[in-house]
Structures are given as C-alpha cells and as structure tokens.
C-alpha cells in the first residue's frame, strides 16, 4: 500500500486547510486511513481516523475542528481542518492499517498555521 499526503501550507490562525491523503488499493482492501500529526520537538500523536466502512474517529484536541472524509472513487481520504490554532503547527501524515498496527505511512506535508 502507497500512501500519499498533500495539501499543506501557512494559513493564520482561524483559517482552514483541507489536506488529501492518495491511498492506492482502498477500494479493494479493508483499511483503516488515519491521520497523525508531530510538532517539533514533540510526539507523534493521533489526529484522526476513518475505518473501511466509513466510521470516523477524532483525537479530543480536533473534536469539532477537524472533519475526516472520504471519496472511493478518488481513493482519497480527506482532512478537513477549521478554526486552525498555532498549536495545530505540526507536519501532518497519513498511515493505513488492516489490524491494531499503522504498518503504511506515506511522507508528511507541513502545516504552518501563524497567530
């Protein structure tokens, strides 16, 4: 499995960005697309997910400010990301699981969000 994220950029604080993760055999295997996220200095941490079935999941720091979606077709998961924080600065990166381990990750794209 290929994974590849984009849509990243300097947007100031309360902007919105919408970041694409490209996922090759999406349609054809039951993954799970999670989004991750790490600051410098700090953890990777969790942003959000989507299981094959469509079932989103969000980290409490996102809840109401991030929407994860998805297009089949496009084999696209999408990151929505409202409201963004300075705190939101990270370099954003998909990964893709079948059972409890993201053994797939694609490179990240940089969020800058300015105050």
């Known amino acids: 499995v290929q994974l590849q994220a984009s849509g990243g950029g300097m947007v100031q604080a309360g902007g919105s960005l919408r970041l694409s993760c490209t996922v090759s055999e999406r349609t054809s295997t039951m993954y799970t697309v999670g989004w991750f996220r790490q600051s410098p200095g700090k953890e990777r941490e969790f942003v959000a997910s989507?299981?094959?079935?469509?079932?989103?999941y969000y980290a409490d720091s996102v809840k109401g400010r991030f929407t994860i979606s998805e297009h089949n077709a496009a084999n696209t998961v999408y990151l929505r990301m409202n409201s963004l924080k300075p705190e939101d600065t990270a370099v954003y990166y998909c990964?893709?699981?079948?059972?409890?381990?993201?053994?797939?990750w694609g490179l990240g794209t940089l969020v800058t969000v300015s105050s």
């Open positions: 989507i299981s094959w079935a469509g079932s989103p």
């Open positions: 990964a893709a699981k079948v059972g409890q381990q993201y053994n797939y």
